[in-house]
């Protein structure tokens, strides 16, 4: 049977229009291109969620991970694409042009990667799953948090469709999480089943194996020591 792990995430939203402004207590994140009034140039907002990766439990194998975004339903649908944030940041300090209270980015809006994932959010409220697999095993390969940005997507055709979406600091239901999926292996013909326990005060949501089941296979002496 199939497990699944919910891992909250931090996160916060950039915003192009008020480079140095913080906004990681913002109960909203937002991201996408937004056309400007002053002499039609659009600017963008961007998001950036991260949090650490619970191991995957012992005699399970990683399968699929999906990253679960509330959409407010705010502003009509469009792309978004998800790249890799390349630097960690702090959620109380972040902003357009800096990561920490003291570093910058190397680049305005956030040090990213090239995108990976692209996906359509809807135009009605309701939430969105992106997969982020590729990413996410990646991530667990190299021992790495899962640190990503949501940002515009193709320019030209969506300059103007920010999007809205609920953030750590919204509704404790529509929360921002990081869904894993994992599945007992198989040895042979026989399965290993565990069951996973979340250990409080444990970091990310360390995973622990609370029990564990596997079949034996009794093989007669006489097999074993061949036929007199």
């Known amino acids: 049977m199939a497990e699944s ?3 909250i995430v931090t996160d916060a939203y950039l915003n192009g ?7 990681g207590t913002d109960p909203v994140l937002y991201a996408g291109g937004v056309a400007s009034s002053k002499g039609g140039v659009t600017w963008y907002r961007r998001s950036v ?3 650490s990766l619970p191991a ?3 005699g399970h194998s990683f399968v699929s991970a999906a990253l679960q975004l509330y959409n407010r339903g705010d502003y009509g649908g469009g792309s978004l694409n998800v790249s890799r944030v390349t ?3 702090e959620e109380t300090f972040v902003s357009w042009l800096m990561r920490t209270s003291l570093v910058s980015w190397t680049q305005p809006g956030g040090d990213l990667g090239l995108p990976e994932v692209t996906f359509v959010a809807g135009a009605g409220a309701g939430w ?3 997969d982020v697999t590729s990413i996410v095993a990646d991530c667990i390969a190299q021992a790495r948090d899962f640190n990503v940005c949501l940002h515009e997507g193709f320019l030209g055709l969506d300059e103007d469709r920010r999007q809205a979406f609920h953030s750590g600091e919204g509704p404790a239901s529509y929360r921002p ?6 599945e007992p292996e198989v040895i042979g013909p026989y399965r290993t089943e565990a069951t996973d326990v979340l250990v409080p005060g444990s970091r990310a949501g360390s995973v622990a194996t609370a029990g564990a089941r596997a079949a034996a296979v009794h093989v007669p002496a ?3 020591g061949g036929v007199n």
């Open 128 to 130: 969105e799953n992106v």
């Open 17 to 23: 229009l008020v480079p140095s402004g913080n906004y």
């Open 222 to 224: 006489a097999v074993a």
């Open 87 to 89: 630097e960690d940041w």
């Open 5 to 7: 792990t919910q891992v």
């Open 49 to 51: 969620l991260v949090c």
């Open 177 to 182: 999480r990081l869904v894993l999926t994992s």
């Open 56 to 58: 995957v439990p012992a």
